[in-house]
């Protein structure tokens, strides 16, 4: 069902990404310092807010009903759809966003930049929504080719921060960048998607699309708005430097959550889809597990072994944890990543509710633990609550997929 060629592309796409960001914040923490990094991260929350409400939206919806649907017809027709109703959800949240962006910082952001960010999120949909066709279609090798393209406008703001560029004219870097990527995607995919008459999808089929709106609005709302407000209160418990080290070490953890994620969406979202109600669905589910995990814990605790040096590297000298602070963030990193293999079984279940439900249990959840103990906060703290969130969030998201397969053979 996988060709080894479309794995090896996969994790190509992976490490291209992360190559890219890891990049950036280098340049930015040189240039800058802590503070900055935080602050663009910020920014890139912003960014996240717009793009992941179609994102993990009617772009999940668009890669399961390509997978599942049987004709090029349909699937060509359902990317029209899947263009159309991805821009127009992220462009409602772009047009009020970078008001409680800035309202989250305490105003230490200027707006306007919100409003950049918010304009690279809405841009940032036309390249993901090809990525989720050919993801559907099992064509990773060319999203190897789209990832290439997308790394570029990376290392050009990358570039950027070096030669000592504002976070403005950072932002309109990569937003020119995106567009002009945009662009020719666009003309291309309304070549390929064909004719509204011609080539539209089955009403039922645009139906079901339609359902993951919602979860796109859910996780693109909660995810990024709580990952602000934790970075707001943050930096007013402890100080926006202190923000810049949980950063690093969130980035540091990213080269294992990243890849295990990759893996779940570009090789196990596709089988987890076309073999959804069947018994193999169950063994894929297994075979993630073992696959993804195992790594995942392993990676994690080298990383945690040698965070001092790999944060050093990464980013400079300054940025410094304690290690009861880097063992706790690992092991909520590894039960995050446990919960991933059941959200992305949720997806190909087309369960939108529960993962609507489940959403409120992950960083909004951790959002809330923050502020509930806020008194005294630690660097330790944060780590110890962001583990206890991902706990609740493994526990409802294992629970939603497997108690209706209970009486199932794997």
Not at 101 to 120: H, N, P, S, V
Not at 209 to 222: R, S, T, W
Not at 345 to 354: D, I, K, P, Q
């Amino acid at each position: 069902m996988t060709s080894l060629l479309s794995v090896l592309a996969a994790f190509a796409i992976i490490l291209i990404d992360l190559l890219g960001r890891a990049g950036l914040d280098k340049a930015l923490a040189l240039t800058g310092g802590p503070a900055t990094v935080a602050l663009w991260a910020q920014l890139q929350s912003m960014e996240e807010l717009v793009s992941t409400v179609a994102i993990n939206g009617v772009l999940q919806g668009l890669t399961v009903m390509v997978s599942q649907s049987g004709t090029a017809r349909d699937q060509r027709g359902l990317l029209r759809d899947a263009l159309r109703l991805g821009l127009i959800t992220s462009l409602a949240i772009a047009l009020i966003s970078p008001l409680a962006g800035y309202f989250l910082t305490g105003g230490k952001i200027r707006e306007d930049l919100f409003w950049l960010a918010a304009l690279a999120g809405c841009i940032t949909v036309v390249p993901a929504t090809l990525n989720a066709y050919w993801l559907g279609m099992h064509q990773q090798q060319r999203m190897l080719g789209l990832s290439l393209l997308t790394g570029t406008i990376l290392l050009l703001v990358a570039i950027g921060a070096w030669f000592g560029l504002s976070l403005r004219e950072l932002l309109l870097t990569q937003s020119l960048a995106l567009f002009l990527l945009g662009a020719v995607l666009w003309r291309y995919m309304k070549t390929l998607s064909g004719n509204h008459d011609a080539l539209g999808a089955r009403p039922e089929y645009f139906d079901q699309l339609l359902k993951f709106v919602p979860v796109g609005l859910a996780i693109g709302i909660m995810s990024p708005v709580s990952v602000m407000l934790v970075r707001g209160m943050l930096s007013q418990l402890l100080s926006w430097d202190e923000v810049g080290f949980v950063q690093a070490l969130w980035r540091s953890t990213e080269w294992v959550t990243a890849t295990s994620a990759g893996v779940l969406s570009l090789i196990f979202f596709p089988r987890f889809s076309n073999t959804y109600g069947s018994m193999q669905f169950n063994r894929e589910l297994a075979r993630a597990a073992v696959i993804v995990l195992i790594p995942a814990g392993l990676l994690l605790l080298l990383i945690f072994f040698n965070q001092r040096v790999i944060l050093a590297a990464l980013y400079d000298a300054q940025f410094v944890v304690s290690d009861e602070t880097a063992a706790l963030f690992m092991l909520g990193s590894w039960v995050r990543i446990a919960s991933w293999v059941f959200l992305f079984g949720l997806f190909a279940a087309h369960r939108t509710r529960l993962i609507i439900a489940g959403e409120v249990l992950s960083l909004p959840l951790y959002a809330l633990l923050l502020w509930l103990f806020a008194d005294g906060m630690t660097l330790e703290r944060t780590a110890l609550l962001f583990l206890v969130s991902y706990l609740v969030y493994l526990g409802f998201t294992a629970i939603a997929l497997l108690y209706p397969l209970r009486g199932k053979q794997c």
